[in-house]
């Protein structure tokens, strides 16, 4: 079941924690499920439905800056708990559609963006008419355990002059998906297409840290997947990477000047694990909760040590 955020939590960085995976995942324990059965679906009312292209155009005029582009719809997940009954994600798989910024704006961005869910219990049922395009976020910790934080800027679509964790979208022209689901006959073409597009879901993120941040790759871990997260305002899902970065906080200004984007964001912090909780209550309700996804995985390993400890101290005994 969802996990739901605290009702002091300002509206907009109110969140769900989807998936949570304290441990963390390689590519090998993730997999994805990219088919038409995940695609938004048009709503009912003709008016609700006409009103998407009505929202889009009023955002793009004068706004030169936006433009349509395909993204991967989110649909749900499914796990598989490990036997001994703990909350350990050993496997999980991702139901993944096709969908658009255009739509994206005209759904979950739009004025009437309540109007477009279902009232279910169902997740996926809930939001089958919202675009719910996935956006990806890290948690980057670098060598002296500061986390990286930027603050966006007063330009961008989405919560301008909040606190976020670098990120941004998979995207499926990466892995040569155009607007169709054109292979879905084929079966081995379709397990092909879905490893590229799980692949996608690691390399992504790494991509958009070294835009948005400088750091090179080469400096980067290896993205271990913490969990998905959901904005309650908007219903807007994310996913979480936890990358550890090589190099000392000191030198992150220094790589983030020379940064390939420097559109988004405006500033970058390094902060420790303190400031960090005192910055959520600005961060959209995606990004505050891959901080509560981070916090999981920090306590799993707290509770890793003491049991290790514990059972050293037995042997000892």
């Not at 679906?41 to 005029?61: F, K, N, Y």
């Not at 400088?214 to 997947?225: E, Q, R, T």
Request: net charge negative.
């Amino acid at each position: 079941m969802a996990k739901l955020a605290e009702d002091m939590t300002p509206e907009g960085s109110r969140y769900q924690l989807l998936l949570s995976s304290p441990s963390g995942l390689s590519p090998s324990q993730v997999s994805v499920d990219f088919c038409k059965s995940h695609d938004r679906i048009p709503h009912p009312d003709p008016d609700l439905e006409d009103s998407i292209a009505q929202v889009w155009e009023q955002r793009t005029q004068g706004n030169s800056s936006l433009f349509n582009g395909q993204k991967f719809r989110y649909d749900g997940s499914y796990c598989v708990d490990d036997d001994d009954g703990t909350n350990e994600v050993p496997h999980v798989c991702l139901g993944l559609g096709l969908t658009d910024y255009r739509t994206f704006v005209g759904t979950n961005l739009s004025s009437l963006w309540e109007r477009f869910l279902v009232t279910s219990q169902d997740d996926s049922v809930r939001c089958q008419h919202t675009s719910s395009p996935l956006g990806n976020g890290a948690v980057i910790e670098t060598s002296d355990k500061k986390i990286i934080v930027l603050r966006r800027s007063n330009n961008v679509g989405e919560f301008p002059g909040h606190y976020v964790f670098p990120g941004g979208h998979p995207e499926p022209m990466s892995v040569g998906i155009d607007d169709t689901h054109q292979l879905e006959k084929d079966v081995e073409a379709v397990e092909v297409l879905n490893k590229k597009v799980t692949q996608e879901m690691f390399d992504s993120i790494i991509c958009e840290v070294v835009e948005e941040t400088g750091i090179p790759a080469s400096s980067l871990s290896a993205p271990l997947f913490i969990g998905i997260s959901r904005r309650e305002l908007n219903v807007r899902p994310a996913m979480f990477f936890f990358i550890k970065c090589s190099h000392h906080s000191d030198d992150i200004p220094r790589l983030y000047s020379a940064a390939e984007d420097g559109f988004e964001s405006t500033q970058l912090h390094t902060v420790s694990m303190d400031e960090l909780k005192m910055m959520t209550s600005r961060m959209p309700g995606c990004h505050h909760g891959g901080f509560a996804l981070y916090e999981l995985m920090i306590q799993r390993l707290k509770n890793t040590k003491e049991k290790s400890l514990i059972a050293t101290q037995e042997d000892d005994t």
